[in-house]
Nanobody, 121 residues
């Protein structure tokens, strides 16, 4: 089976930085894209950033210039560098991957378990 293992969440002061990591493992033929969503209390889940296998990136307007999504293709790992964090960005951050498990297979979506990011003094 396919698994996404996340790490790097925690408590940080406003204006601080965190780097999240998400490593994909299992039977994966190819990865179409990997990225990050977040869900704050009382709010719906929203896209933060993603990056395709071709290196194309997409960011939420609210994080442009502060967050950077990157990848290590050899490790099937994606990173989210978060700088100048704001209290309102406290949320559970989820890794998401779109991938094929075999050559002629469909592109399916896979989710990590989520990691808590708390921005507070």
């Amino acid at each position: 089976q396919v698994q996404l293992v996340e790490s790097g969440g925690g408590l940080v002061q406003p204006g601080g930085s965190l780097r999240l990591s998400c490593a994909a493992s299992g039977s994966i033929f190819s990865i179409n894209a990997m990225g990050w969503y977040r869900q704050a209390p009382g709010k719906q889940r929203e896209l933060v950033a993603d990056i395709t296998s071709r290196g194309e990136t997409n960011y939420a307007d609210s994080v442009k210039g502060r967050f950077t999504n990157s990848r290590d293709n050899a490790k099937n790992t994606v990173y989210l560098q978060m700088n100048s964090l704001k209290p309102e960005e406290t949320a559970v951050y989820y890794c998401k991957m779109r991938a094929r498990r075999y050559y002629y297979g469909p592109i399916a979506q896979y989710w990590g378990q989520g990691t808590q990011v708390t921005v507070s003094s």
